[in-house]
């Protein structure tokens, strides 16, 4: 017994001494830049003599490299690691890794997440690292060791006043920054958001619209009813998985895939397509003798599958009014992927394409739970409130009218956005529309191209003269239009792209050289640099406007900053307004900074920078006018 308790004392004292033998590396920070965000720091760890740390995994992946903030603390602060510059270090051939051996310094940047503000003047760092004894070759378990960061000092009063000021849509950003590792509350918040964008002005005269439209397609079959209800559903549902899961695998390039001028395009010809069948210019059907000889109930088929489209497709029709939640939702996806692929490359490693699949499939679940939200209410109406609703008569046609002449319009509001890409005026692009019609309504209505019979009765020679004027009018406007096409008319592409002339601003001190436009009073620079050194000579903040013509609430925010009075003042006394156009040189410098990834999303999208070029706040909703001022009036 004395034995056994002897080997047991000896070997508590032995553990215990080998958890004393382990040395700890220094670990101290000093501030050089607390005064205003981004702050700056350095941060000095201290490695013991005759050990090493190790600055990353190693040839052979098999280290524990330092990680700074290695468990995402600083988040819960409203904190994010903006800019982290490692010290050298030697590369040692023996144990084939970066290693750090007596002192280095890190340089670590700081920013506000924007979507949740610090409300404290400190915050803790947390630092990660392993020691490796160079003398007998033992390496150490890893340790933590942690500091205190001193903050700006205007970070609480700035917190309270973003309180007040934070729109409905900042705080549901908020909301879903501090729940984004919890899938459940995230689906739950998705599809609380679905729910909320069905109730924008736009969408929600959609519902009954659709209600009898699905009616319609079931052919007055209550039973077939709940078949296209179901399938409309299942469709809308589908096409938010498909972008949740482009969004994050592509991290945002299939907005920008979506931002080419020929995929408007393609998309105004594919609406076009489907309203013209809606109208009753031709059956719109697939291989419909291939799909009889399989299966004697092809039109059951084809209809429900004809309807699993056309919801597919609505989640794209409806994007002018939900398009901000879409946007800032597909954000918080591909900036999942960012963060973990950056928190990686701290570490010299990256993020694979089977690492990429699995978060991606992550935000394809939370982006389905917005398309349950917002397909949801269709179903419901659908199946529910019209399904007392006379089953067959020429009401149905009115519908089947409205619903094409809608969906036309929205080919129209692609082909605008096209267009406008293209660089081509809106009023040459209505004049193309206009003279395109009126050829449509000479050929196919009053069939000009067809010989009239001798016998032909008055009417149907007043229909055939009409017709005549209109292919005579509708021609001469497609060829006006074409005309003034940028690849038909290099001078009116020059014209167009300074369009709003460099104008003589000496009455706001504005130098007559700048590139300055006009618009409701406020002098808009086209030019970041020549905006930067004025606002460094007047003090005043930045207000940058990124637009783009096919996006369709950059004009909304346009009208808004010309009637808003207290957006409109603080634009033109309390800030150096500029505004850079899609495609643009310092348009894409912005896009490719990490600061700005949201205009690797989409549109619209702004920002308020200091005249030392420091960002202090951006968004994408161009209705948080009163965050926009009140931020405007925090600077100036």
């Known amino acids: ?71 995402s603390k600083l988040v819960a602060s409203g904190l994010t690691i903006s800019k982290l510059e490692k010290p050298a270090g030697v590369h040692d051939s023996l144990v084939k890794a970066n290693v750090l051996r007596d002192k280095g310094d890190f340089t670590l940047e700081l920013a506000q997440t924007g979507s949740k503000p ?85 969408v929600y005269p959609m519902l ?21 209800a179901l399938a409309y559903f299942i469709g809308m549902v589908l096409t938010y998985m498909a972008l949740g899961l482009m969004a994050g695998m592509t991290g945002g390039a299939f907005n920008t895939f979506m931002q080419s001028a020929f995929v408007n395009l393609g998309f105004a010809v594919f609406f076009a397509f489907f309203a013209i069948a809606l109208l009753g210019f031709y059956e719109l059907s697939f291989m419909q003798n291939e799909v ?46 960012a963060e973990k692929a950056a928190a990686l490359a701290l570490i010299n490693q990256s993020l694979d394409f089977w690492g990429k699949l699995s978060i991606a499939s992550q935000g394809s679940v939370m982006m389905s739970g917005f398309g349950l939200g917002v397909g949801l209410p269709f179903f419901i109406i659908s199946v529910v409130k ?43 692009t209505v004049t193309l529309a206009i003279g395109l019609v009126a050829i449509w309504i000479a050929v196919v209505h009053c069939h000009v191209l067809t ?47 300074h369009n709003g002339a460099v104008q003589s601003a000496a009455s706001n001190n504005i130098p007559a050289a700048l590139p300055v436009q006009k618009e409701a009073g406020i002098s808009w620079y086209r030019s970041f640099d020549a905006a930067k050194k004025v606002a460094q000579e007047t003090g005043k903040p930045i207000f940058i406007d990124f637009y783009a013509s096919w996006c369709a609430n950059c004009t909304e925010f346009k009208k808004e900053s010309a009637n808003n009075e207290q957006l409109n003042q603080a634009l033109r006394e309390k800030a150096i307004a500029v505004k850079l156009v899609d495609k643009e040189p310092e348009f894409e410098k912005f896009r490719a900074s990490q600061e700005h990834r949201q205009l690797k999303i989409g549109l619209p999208y702004f920002a308020i920078i200091t005249p030392e070029g420091k960002l202090v706040w951006s968004g994408t909703d161009y209705k948080a006018t009163q965050k926009m001022v009140a931020e405007l009036d925090r600077l100036s």
């Open 386 to 428: 019209f399904k007392k609703m006379p089953k067959a008569g020429y009401w149905m046609n009115k519908v089947k009218y409205a619903f094409g002449f809608m969906i036309l319009y929205f080919a129209y509001t692609y082909l605008q956005k096209g267009m406008g890409v293209l660089g081509v005026d809106p009023s040459t």
């Open 292 to 337: 009889h000889s399989l299966d004697q109930h092809s039109s059951k088929v084809k209809g429900v599958s004809g309807t699993l489209l056309m919801g597919s497709v609505a989640g794209l029709v409806i994007s002018p009014c939900v398009g901000p939640i879409v946007f800032a939702l597909l954000l918080q996806v591909a900036d999942n992927i």
């Open 1 to 71: 017994m004395k034995n056994f308790v002897s080997i047991i004392t000896l070997l508590m004292l032995s553990v215990s001494l080998t958890y004393a033998e382990i040395p700890k590396a220094g670990f101290s920070v000093t501030p050089l830049n607390t005064d205003k965000w981004p702050a700056q720091y350095r941060l000095t760890l201290t490695v013991p003599k005759d050990h090493h740390a190790y600055l990353d995994t190693g040839d052979d992946n098999i280290y524990i490299p330092v990680t700074v903030d290695p468990n």
């Open 118 to 202: 610090a409300i404290v003047n400190s915050a803790s760092l947390e630092l990660t690292y392993q020691l490796c004894n160079e003398l007998t070759n033992v390496c150490f378990r890893p340790q933590t060791t942690q500091a205190d960061l001193t903050l700006p000092a205007s970070t609480v009063a700035a917190s309270v006043q973003d309180d007040e000021s934070l729109s409905f849509m900042d705080k549901l950003l908020a909301l879903f920054e501090s729940n984004k590792n919890n899938m459940f509350i995230m689906f739950g918040l998705m599809f609380v958001a679905g729910l909320l964008s069905v109730a924008t002005p736009c």
């Open 451 to 497: 010989l009239m019979p001798r016998d032909a009765q008055p009417n149907q020679k007043m229909q055939h003269y009409v017709g005549v004027l209109s292919i005579i009018v509708g021609g001469w406007l497609v060829v006006a239009g074409m005309g003034q096409l940028p690849f038909m008319n290099t001078a009116q592409a020059e014209s167009f792209a």
């Open 208 to 228: 009954p619209i659709t209600s009898m439209f699905i009616v319609g397609r079931a052919n007055g079959d209550a039973s077939k009813e709940k078949q296209h």
